[in-house]
């Protein structure tokens, strides 16, 4: 069992950079992949990218490309999500997920969630 939890959310004008963390407990990441998702009011749930901790490969959703990046620290055993250039249509509550195996961008394939951390870009 893992349990997952957020932090680093809050308010930040557009242009801006905002770093969010996902600290786990309960069991070493070693085999499992870490993803963040996104979910703006009335929207569906939106992949951001992941990051298979057995190697370092990410993938990352077209629409953060390049501003987005997914890192991993062994020794706290957490994965973060550093956000640059932020644009107002980033605004959502950001969750990161585990599953054991392999990648996957699908919301369903995994089984351990945060509780989720809010992010707010202005205009």
């Known amino acids: 069992q893992v349990q997952l939890v957020e932090s680093g959310g809050g308010l930040v004008q557009a242009g801006g950079s905002l770093r969010l963390s996902c600290a786990a407990s309960g069991r070493a990441l070693w085999a499992y992949t870490v993803a963040w998702f996104r979910q703006a009011p009335g929207k569906e749930r939106e992949f951001v990218g992941y990051i298979r901790w057995s190697g370092g490969s990410t993938y990352y959703a077209d629409s953060v490309k390049g501003r987005f990046a997914i890192s991993r620290d062994n020794a706290k055993n957490t994965v973060d999500l550093q956000m640059n250039s932020l644009k107002p249509e980033d605004t959502a509550v950001y969750s990161c997920?585990?599953?054991?195996?392999?990648?996957?961008?699908?919301?369903?394939?995994?089984?351990?969630w945060g509780q989720g951390t809010r992010v707010t870009v202005s205009s």
């Open positions: 997920a585990g599953r054991i195996g392999g990648i996957s961008t699908i919301s369903s394939d995994y089984v351990y």
